[in-house]
């Protein structure tokens, strides 16, 4: 007897961390991949496209290209498949954006959570995972970063992370959904977004352009490289042992904004220009994730620190940010 196969929904399959959540699950066969990506312009529609160009030959792939904002068109999808799992990645990411455009974040970030949550309970989808955002701990948290620590979000989009964990542990409660939620903390790595630190700097640095910090490069990170995160994720689908859980994924090993620059310098082989700047409202003085939960309930093991992590990064950047 074949296993039947497993049958997944990726949301905003086509971006950074969906695409390669992607390439992971059409990997582990017999998985089925359904993907709904609206590819949005909050940056260059092209590179979304680059990155599921590999998926559209797979059989065990299909594309929905929607918006989570509409409800009837989900609707559509969830009448025509079942799915083992919801990973819902889809998102108007980004913090400082954020802060000029609130509703539009609250729209996406909220209603669409609200459509996928409703939709999974009415169609009977047990397992359900939400990419939820270090941010959501405020700059008052102290580090390491637990998940029971009160929450105060001081952006739009943290606030609107932090709302979908609700939603989340609503439905969770209400109708014995399997839930997990992830504070994903700054993710690096091949077709990392263009408008994160790592790759925005690294494409100035390589043109000899200057770049801009914000405050005195003094601001700690928590860079996680993608792999690692793709490695809680999937253990986070695998989790079934108790119903509602928020887990944070980090590196655990936090570093300064200036060294990272310094690591990209080395990574890249040419020194950067750097104009410091006032901060930005919004952004967070430090992340740093506490682990422990992640190790305990996922045997989470974060496996490339940043050293190891830029150099990789680099090399994709150097082959001309390609696959
Ligand atoms: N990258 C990080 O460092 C990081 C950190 C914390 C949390 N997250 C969260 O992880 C998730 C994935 O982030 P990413 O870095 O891969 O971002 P991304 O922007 O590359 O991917 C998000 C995808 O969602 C799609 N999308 C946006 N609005 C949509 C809509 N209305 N309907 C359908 N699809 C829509 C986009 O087109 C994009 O392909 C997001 O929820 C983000 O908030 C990311």
């Given amino acids: 007897m074949t296993a039947r196969r497993k049958q997944f929904l990726v949301t905003g399959g086509a971006g950074f961390i969906g695409s390669h959540l ?34 559209l030959n797979n059989q065990a792939y299909r594309l929905v290209e929607a918006d989570i904002r509409d409800y009837a068109a989900l609707k559509q999808i969830f009448s025509e498949q079942h799915f083992d799992a919801i990973i819902h990645l889809a998102a108007k990411a980004g913090v400082r954006p954020s802060v000029s455009d609130p509703r539009t974040y609250t729209e996406v970030n909220i209603n669409g959570t609200m459509n996928l949550l409703d939709l999974a309970e009415r169609n009977g989808i047990k ?26 979000p001081i952006s739009p ?35 990392q977004r263009p408008d994160l630190a790592i790759h925005k700097f690294a494409r100035l640095i390589s043109s000899r352009s200057p770049i801009q910090v914000y405050g005195d490069g003094g601001a700690e990170r928590d ?17 079934d042992s108790t119903p509602f859980e928020i887990i944070n994924l980090g590196e655990s090993q936090t570093i300064t904004v200036n060294r990272m620059i310094e690591l990209l310098e080395e990574a890249l082989g040419q020194k950067a220009i750097i104009e410091y700047r006032s901060p930005q409202p919004g952004d967070m003085p430090r992340t740093h994730a506490d682990i422990s939960k992640a190790r305990a309930l996922l045997g989470y093991q974060p496996a490339t620190p940043i050293e190891a992590g830029i150099k990789k990064f680099a090399e994709w950047f150097k082959r001309g940010a390609k696959s």
Avoid at 37 to 52: G, L
Avoid at 133 to 145: D, T, W
Avoid at 157 to 184: D, N
Wanted: hydrophobic content about 45%; aromatic content about 14%; charged content about 15%.
């Fill in 157 to 191: 989009y943290a606030a609107t992370k932090a709302s979908g964990e609700l939603l989340a542990h609503t439905y969770s409660h209400l109708y014995g959904m399997q839930i997990v939620c992830l504070r994903f903390f700054t993710v690096y790595g091949a077709r």
């Fill in 22 to 55: 992607v390439d992971r699950l059409l990997a582990q066969n017999p998985a089925r991949v359904v993907v709904i990506d609206n590819f949005d312009e909050f940056y260059d529609p092209q590179i979304k496209r680059a990155n599921i160009a590999a998926h």
């Fill in 127 to 152: 397992k359900f995972i939400f990419g939820s955002s270090s941010s959501v701990y405020g700059p008052a948290a102290i580090p390491p970063f637990k998940e029971d620590a009160p929450l105060a």
């Fill in 223 to 239: 860079f996680t490289y993608i792999n690692d995160i793709l490695q809680g994720v999937l253990a986070a689908i695998e989790y």
